[in-house]
């Protein structure tokens, strides 16, 4: 077994095809099939059903393949702790983020990289929690950015910026009558939420008294979709402080902030625990910074250097 035809059949995994897969590893076909013929024989196993097409692994293929890419991912860790400082600042970067911070984020960070670690390629991917954690945890993203507390053992969790939520209201009545809307009063108003797909609150689901968080109602999407439907249909959609200076001036004065008590919440960047490379982990952090105002930062990451 070698590195190389681990790296085949993740390929292979990862493409559906052997041609495809080929290419991708700078490979002729022939030279793949033969490298992964030589694994199953090896280890006594079929690794793909290549009766199907695309092509799909078997069962126990499916577990040598998870296997194979946290194999692979230890042995980039090992080449990346011989590597000097200088190659440290450069290769892919993939980052997973929640669909709620993605558009704030997104835009200032590939800027910031650009700018000051061109070497660096990141690829951004919007993402819900959960497919985060397993992602990380399968080797196959470097971070993660999502809403604390992530609460898995596996995983190392940075706090790196809070922020509280504001009502957008488009009807009229509502704007008027209420300079701040109290969160224990949520379920008198109409409520448009992405929980379960887009769509309006019904009473029952946020009873008083409100217990849920942000992240349990709203799963994922866009929040600019929320203000859209709002202003054809009426009603509120509750928005993150970062996503205001997305906002029209117009938008901005259909504001309401939530009170008593305040929605808030805190996101955090999530690595696995054996991830060593500390440079790049403090490049990305430095990134996110450029993104957010200051006085959201987390107390972990007001310093100038990280230490895992």
Known sequence: MTLQQ???????????????????CGVTQSTLSLMIKKLEE??????????????????????????????LYHSKQLVELTQS?????????????ISTVAPVLMPKTFGYLNTFYPDIKLQALEMRSAAIIDCLK????????????????????LPLYHERFFAYIADDDILDKHKVIKRDHLPDFPLWVMKDGIRLLERKDLDYPYKDTYEEMYEGGRVGILIQIANENGGMAILPETHLKLLSPKAMRRLRPVVAPEISR??????????????????????????????????????EYLKL
């Open 266 to 303: 805190v996101i955090s960047l999530a690595i696995r625990k054996d991830y060593i490379h500390e440079k790049m982990m403090n490049i990305f952090v430095k990134a996110i910074k450029s993104c957010i105002s200051p006085e959201l930062y987390e107390s972990s990451i007001k310093g």
């Open 138 to 157: 399968k080797a196959e993203i470097d971070m993660g950015i999502l809403t604390a507390p992530v609460d898995d053992k596996e995983i190392l969790e």
């Open 6 to 24: 681990l790296e085949y059949i993740v390929a292979v995994d990862e493409y559906r095809y052997f041609v495809k897969a080929a290419e991708a």
């Open 85 to 97: 400082e200088k190659t440290l600042a450069s290769g892919p970067l993939k980052v997973g983020m």
């Open 42 to 71: 090896e280890w006594d196993v079929s690794i793909f059903r290549r009766d199907t097409h695309p092509v799909e692994a078997t069962e126990i293929g499916r577990k040598l393949i998870e296997e194979a890419k946290l194999v």
